[in-house]
């Protein structure tokens, strides 16, 4: 399944190339395809998704293609990606348009929250009103002050407030909230290096224990 997911991504930048600079990663099981700074699809097992931002989702809903969905811990995370079916595979100006519009919607998506700093936590990936507070309580008024804060010194703030270690999904669900991302569908690079950070600061709760 990974050759034929590698060969998908090489016809899928052949597509894109008139987009801009293609580029491509590991992420999710799959690779990401991204231009511009802007991740805009993903292949996974052979098929390409086309990611939506809240303003092109209804989009792809309307021409009936196919939601990614990731199961988790036994229950379906519904994502924003959308596959590219069979029919639309047969002409490739027709990919090429969808890749377009998806891209286009995630550098408007890019645009806005670069400037809306200040807009309210809870309106990111992954955070509650609940959650909100508590980050209101350390110090992070806004989307801005978190993105200042980062994934990591904002968690350790939320530990020392709450003097306790809060769990590895909330350090996710913080970085997916920076990034954009469900939790779910954080980048594979972020994951690794979260979970190499988090366990070490296990590692040297423990000690502190002892």
Not at 108 to 114: C, G, L, M, N, Y
Not at 161 to 189: D, R
């Amino acid at each position: 399944m990974i050759n034929q997911s590698k060969k998908r991504v090489l016809e899928c930048m052949a597509i894109f190339a008139p987009l801009g600079k293609i580029r491509t990663r590991t992420q999710f099981g799959g690779f990401s395809l991204s231009a511009d700074g802007a991740m805009f699809a993903l292949v996974s097992d052979g098929d390409l998704y086309l990611r939506a931002s809240a303003e092109t989702e209804a989009h792809f809903c309307r021409k009936k293609m196919e939601r990614l969905i990731y199961r988790k811990r036994g229950m379906d995370v519904k994502l924003r990606y959308f596959k590219v079916n069979l029919t639309q595979w047969e002409d490739p100006e027709v990919v090429r348009k969808l890749g377009k519009y998806s891209l286009r919607g995630m550098l408007r998506e890019i645009e806005v929250r670069k400037n809306n700093e200040a807009g309210r936590l809870k309106d990111l990936p992954n955070l509650s009103l609940a959650l909100e507070r508590l980050l209101w309580q350390v110090g992070i008024a806004n989307s801005g002050d978190l993105r200042t804060q980062g994934a990591c010194k904002t968690y350790l703030k939320l530990c020392a407030m709450k003097k306790k270690n809060l769990g590895l999904n909330l350090l996710m669900a913080l970085e997916g909230a920076i990034l954009g991302f469900h939790e779910a569908a954080l980048p594979m690079a972020s994951r690794e290096t979260l979970t190499h950070w988090f366990n070490h600061q296990q590692e040297q709760f423990t000690d502190t224990m002892h």
